[in-house]
């Protein structure tokens, strides 16, 4: 049991973690501070359906102790000595893993704080030019260029802030993360829920072209041969999710056109989609064992990056999902390819960006709990 009655944050939390406008699946997390106590969202738990025992109490001293401390250059000494004393700062008797942001909504001066990933805010910080436009939409808002999530992200954010204010007479209250999403802090749900509202009203009049998911029709024995290939290759006989929409479908025109969703946005991306998709061309189906060829392109996906593919995109006929939550994740990888139209275009996570996440224990954990 919370040792403070949290039935705000778990409003808020459940409010914005069912609406998909915002998040999706286990992204995003929330925070309450009161007294020498703060409740961060717990490692595992979505915020659209969580508990009380969703969210881990941390001690506020022994979380602030943490930046007194010095810690190892190296970048996995370092991460392993952030969670274990991340872990430490836990309030007696909690056994739950905090977020990996818990660092991040310590600094953060306000009573709540929630951080999502809306697909419109992700245009943005996706964009190319998204910090240009962001200080001309947002210019009371912090950007924070893209940085290694966890202490070095946290401590970024804290440079910032102090930045911040010797420019401005208070404290931000909204802080974009390059590829990633957003931070809204305040003392009351009520201005949360009004500096959202402002946010998502602002890039709505502000973004030129919004997807377009209509449905379209695809070739019914290319799918099937394509579910025979992922039925052969995953070894389960389920029928796989299937993408066909006009936003992708002229996205599979040619290796051109697929390039805007080729690769990873944000971390939710690679953790529920994968760091990238399996590309296959049309040719494949001018070859005498179709099904077998596709098999053999899985197979050396595989082979080559140590996972299987999560999404498998087939030239002028359709994408296909190995599970619905990465069909669900891939969706908004689209969604926030077409956003970013409005921004100077498409930028995806750096390769050594992607490279950390797919190796950091924590995502892997947070992966795990996924699968």
């Known amino acids: 049991m919370a040792q403070h009655e949290i039935g705000a944050l ?27 106590v703060m409740y961060v969202k717990a490692s595992g738990h979505a915020l659209g ?9 941390m001690s506020m001293p022994r979380l602030l102790a943490i930046w007194e401390k010095t810690y190892p ?18 309030s007696e008797g909690q056994t739950g893993r905090p977020s990996v942001e818990a660092l991040l909504h310590g600094i953060i001066p306000f009573t709540y704080v929630v951080h999502l990933h809306p697909a419109m805010v992700n245009g943005l910080t996706c964009g190319q030019s998204g910090k240009e436009w962001a200080q001309k939409l947002f210019p009371d808002a912090i950007w924070i260029p893209l940085v290694n ?15 911040y204010v010797k420019s ?31 946010i998502m009203e602002t890039l709505n009049h502000a973004i030129v072209r919004k997807p377009v998911f209509s449905e379209v029709k695809v070739d019914a024995q290319r799918v099937d041969m ?52 399996l590309w296959i061309d049309e040719t494949v189906f001018g070859q005498d064992e179709p099904v077998q060829a596709m098999v053999s392109a899985m197979r050396t996906f595989e082979q080559m990056h140590g996972v299987p593919a999560k ?34 275009g498409p930028r995806f996570m750096d390769d050594d960006q992607i490279d950390f996440i797919r190796t950091w224990e924590v995502e892997q954990y947070r992966s795990n709990l996924n699968a």
């Not at 359906?49 to 109490?57: Q, S």
């Not at 190296?74 to 836990?90: F, S």
Request: glycine residues 6%; aromatic residues 10%.
């Open 311 to 344: 999404i498998i995109a087939v030239q002028k006929t359709a994408a296909f999902a190995v599970s619905e939550a990465a069909l669900v994740l891939f969706l908004d990888t689209v969604k926030v390819s077409a956003f970013t139209e409005s921004f100077g």
């Open 10 to 36: 778990l409003e808020v939390s459940r409010r914005y973690g069912t609406d998909a406008r915002y998040v999706l699946l286990g992204g995003g997390n929330t925070s309450y501070k009161i007294d020498d």
């Open 73 to 90: 250059a190296d970048t996995v000494k370092r991460e392993e000595e952030v969670l274990a004393d991340l872990m430490g700062a836990r």
């Open 49 to 57: 359906t969580i508990a009380e025992d969703g969210f881990v109490a």
């Open 226 to 277: 394509v579910q025979q290939a992922m039925q052969l290759h995953y070894g389960s006989p389920k029928t796989y999710p299937v993408i066909a929409n006009r936003e992708v479908a002229n996205r599979l025109t040619d290796p051109e056109s697929f390039s805007s969703i080729s690769s990873a946005y944000t971390p939710d991306h690679i953790v529920y989609s994968g760091f990238k998709p």
């Open 149 to 163: 999530p966890g202490y070095i992200l946290a401590k970024t954010v804290r440079d910032a802030q102090q930045e």
């Open 168 to 198: 401005h007479a208070n404290q931000a209250t909204t802080i974009f993360l390059q590829n990633h999403g957003v931070f809204v802090a305040s003392d009351t749900i009520g201005e949360i829920d009004a500096l959202y509202t402002t």
